[in-house]
């Protein structure tokens, strides 16, 4: 076979000088910045600097055991998110350790920025949180999505894609970020990551946007598609080479699913259209990277003031005692699933299986 080829359209266009300074500035736009001006500049000159012979990564070292190449340097951040994973993954394991299920607020809503109050969502995390916390050996991670919204210096940047490219070529954890070169730091993905790996259950509640997930919910779950089929070794690809990463795939790749065997829950809300597709579209991407829905009772989808005005919406929430009772019947459903796998109790009926078509 020959070797595959990777597909180019156009020369990487870089900024000027003082399109990338007009970006810079714009940070620093309060007239607070004014008095250091001059050291700002400095500040400027570096930053350019990284950016113009591209220094994505400044820090690295050797991957050392373990990579198919250990003398090979790779970033240091994403060695210390890997060696965070492999932590969590050792405590998840461990027979000892408590049941964590991890609830998702998928609500970028917050009361302490511009809408002013706290989500609906929130308020139905907190019920499945009390609930999961009321039963003996379960402790709850609570990954609030909202504070993307409510924080400074916190981000998740979009996926690019690079499982298009080849998979090998997506890592695991992701290596695409931080890219110190273009500015893009603090990506809360480093600390995601071992969450969701630390987790033996994991409990997703959201309201529809425009029949989607939220937006800021949705980054994360794109930021996950490297857990499914995602390159552990950093090293096999010399970091993004694509026609290494392509061979590999077409020497033979196993699309580990570094996810799988956990079970979730998912719990949507809308007012007028949506939550019924949206709670589809979440369950079936939770069951594509191996993941063990709770069943009927732990995948809900309703309604919060349907055709109401969005005024009195959590005067509608609290008058619907109904289903506050059915999001805690759903985290329960989820613990009790939780248990099952844990103590052997829980056998997929697809054991022993392989899918004809891996992807």
């Not at 997703?204 to 937006?215: K, R």
């Not at 196993?254 to 939550?275: C, E, I, M, N, Q």
Request: aromatic fraction near 10%; hydrophobic fraction near 35%.
């Amino acid at each position: 076979m020959p070797a595959p080829d990777v597909r180019k359209e156009s020369p990487y266009a870089e900024l000027t000088k003082e399109e990338y300074r007009k970006r810079f500035y714009a940070r620093f736009y309060d007239p607070a910045f004014d008095e250091v001006a001059g050291e700002l500049e400095k500040v400027f000159e570096k930053a350019w600097d990284g950016y113009h012979v591209y220094r994505k990564s400044p820090r690295r070292e050797p991957a050392g055991p373990g990579f198919a190449e250990p003398a090979y340097e790779v970033p240091s951040e994403w060695l210390r998110t890997r060696a965070a994973i492999h932590a969590a993954e050792m405590r998840q394991k461990d027979p000892a350790s408590k049941s964590r299920i991890l609830i998702v607020n998928g609500s970028t809503r917050s009361e302490h920025t511009c809408p002013g109050e706290i989500s609906k969502t929130r308020r139905l995390a907190h019920a499945a949180q009390a609930a999961i916390e009321a039963i003996p050996n379960f402790e709850v991670d609570f990954l609030d999505i909202s504070t993307l919204a409510d924080e400074p210096l916190k981000e998740i940047y979009p996926c690019k894609a690079c499982v298009s490219t080849a998979q090998p070529l997506c890592h695991w954890p992701c290596s695409c970020y931080p890219n110190h070169a273009l500015g893009q730091s603090s990506d809360w993905m480093a600390e995601i990551y071992p969450r969701w790996s630390a987790a033996h259950g994991v409990m997703i509640l959201c309201p529809v946007h425009w029949y989607q997930a939220p937006a800021s919910l949705k980054l994360m779950i794109d930021r996950l598609v490297c857990a499914d089929g995602g390159n552990p070794d950093f090293t096999s690809t010399h970091g993004k080479d694509p026609a290494r990463a392509k061979q590999i795939e077409l020497d033979g790749w196993d699309y580990p699913k570094h996810l799988a065997g956990r079970a979730f829950s998912v719990v949507t809300h809308g007012d007028a259209a949506g939550p019924e597709n949206l709670r589809r579209m979440l369950t079936d991407w939770l069951t594509d990277i191996g993941m063990i829905s709770a069943g009927p009772s732990a995948t809900l989808d309703t309604w919060i003031g349907w055709y109401e005005p969005y005024a009195t919406s959590h005067a509608a929430l609290d008058e619907d005692k109904d289903l506050f009772i059915e999001v805690a019947q759903a985290a329960e459903t989820l613990a009790n699933l939780v248990t099952q796998i844990r103590t052997g109790k829980y056998q997929a009926p697809d054991a022993g299986l392989k899918a004809p078509r891996e992807k």
